[in-house]
């Protein structure tokens, strides 16, 4: 029998080479118990994966990998809120464990799994931070990533979880100016952390600032608009919006005034994730916000056909993100001039971000509900 070597890729090879950390956006248990997670690690060179609310309700809803545990929990007379739970957070358990070498070998730096606090906790401060705490103590693995959403009631809460010594993944950032307020929550968390004697060195976090659904919904305001300036800006923003956050991101950690304290006591940046990197629109390249955004000290996470396609024809050709910061900023100052209403724009995608992993959410509560009740004692044969 032939041994098999495994191989990475040369073009994602060359993505992780240039300071970009590969990560998956999906996860499911065949996926965990094919071995499939594990292989992308050996040829695809993933370092990490994120979950969200319609990542679980699509893998729950699909073949019969969690029928024999939700036959178990039917037994045991568990409910629809418990069965999730614990499907979803062994499946997240189980990835942790498989990524462990890799959260070893990079000093804690990548080997993250990012589980989601319940979305119809995004308004509510202290619920989410109960949670968040409760997620921590189940999955009980130092690789893990607990997401909390950027809105308005979820910075004290990121701030609060991070005082608590928790890593975590802030997610939905769609705005500089929000993403400026995420990085202080960040550094108001690991000042708590630090008066209460945590160790800072163990705290990660990243800002998972979504790129794709920021051309989504800015491209038919431009067609709407219609003259040739406003055409011309088409699928650019996305990219723009995201290199203006890695400068902030800079401004904040290499010469900001209150990160060097905390980074003398042992804490790391707040790294920035391009995260909604599928291209939706098939007018673009469907590698467009990969090798784009390629930067020292950032996560890309992919849902895995974005993947495919870079190992297959992606062109990583350095840094495109670090000597475009102006050019990024004028196309922000053209969509203004022309009248994109920005404050808008944000605005409504971060209400249908959190809608959207509601609306996921109750369909896996249906779900799930339908198949306690299917397995229940007494209800087969």
């Not at 608590?164 to 705005?175: A, C, D, P, Q, Y």
């Not at 209150?258 to 673009?284: D, I, M």
Request: net charge negative; proline share 4%.
């Amino acid at each position: 029998m032939t041994q098999q070597t495994s191989i990475q890729n040369e073009t994602l090879a060359q993505l992780s080479a240039e300071g970009v950390s590969v990560w998956l956006d999906d996860l499911s248990r065949e996926r965990i118990e094919s071995g499939n997670l594990a292989e992308l690690v050996a040829t695809r060179s993933v370092v990490g994966v994120t979950t969200n609310p319609s990542i679980f309700q699509a893998a729950l809803s699909k073949g019969q990998a969690y029928d024999a545990q939700i036959r178990e929990l039917a037994a045991s007379g568990a409910d629809v809120d418990a069965t999730i739970l614990a499907a979803t957070t062994d499946d997240v358990r189980a990835a942790c464990d498989v990524l462990a070498p890799v959260f070893d070998a990079s000093g804690g730096l990548d080997g993250r799994v990012s589980i989601e606090v319940d979305p119809r906790l995004a308004h509510k401060t202290d619920e989410t931070v109960e949670q968040a705490i409760e997620l921590w103590n189940i999955v009980d693995r130092p690789n893990l990533f607990i997401k909390i959403p950027a809105t308005v009631a979820g910075l004290p809460a990121i701030a609060r979880v991070i005082g608590e010594g928790i890593s975590v993944n802030v997610t939905l950032i769609f705005s500089v100016d929000r993403y400026e307020r995420v990085i202080d929550a960040y550094l108001d968390g690991l000042t708590a952390a630090k008066a209460a004697g945590h160790d800072l060195s163990q705290i990660r976090s990243v800002a998972s600032f979504f790129v794709s659904r920021v051309d989504t919904e800015i491209d038919p305001r431009l067609e709407e608009i219609g003259t040739d300036a406003a055409l011309a800006l088409r699928g650019k923003a996305g990219v723009a919006n995201a290199r203006l956050a890695y400068a902030a991101y800079r401004a904040a950690f290499e010469s900001g005034a209150r990160f060097p304290s905390l980074e003398a006591a042992g804490a790391h940046p707040q790294r920035a994730l391009w995260a909604s990197t599928g291209v939706k629109n098939p007018a673009y390249s469907d590698t467009l916000y990969v090798t784009e955004l390629v930067a020292p000290n950032t996560v890309n996470t992919m849902p895995e056909k974005t993947l495919e396609a870079v190992a297959d024809h992606g062109e990583v050709t350095g840094d495109t993100v670090t000597g475009n910061i102006a050019a990024a900023q004028q196309v922000f100052d053209a969509l203004t001039k022309i009248g994109v209403d920005l404050p808008d724009v944000f605005r409504k995608l971060e209400d249908e971000g959190v809608e959207k992993f509601e609306v996921s959410w109750n369909e896996l509560l249906t779900a799930t509900s339908e198949q306690l009740a299917a397995h229940a004692p007494g209800a087969e044969g």
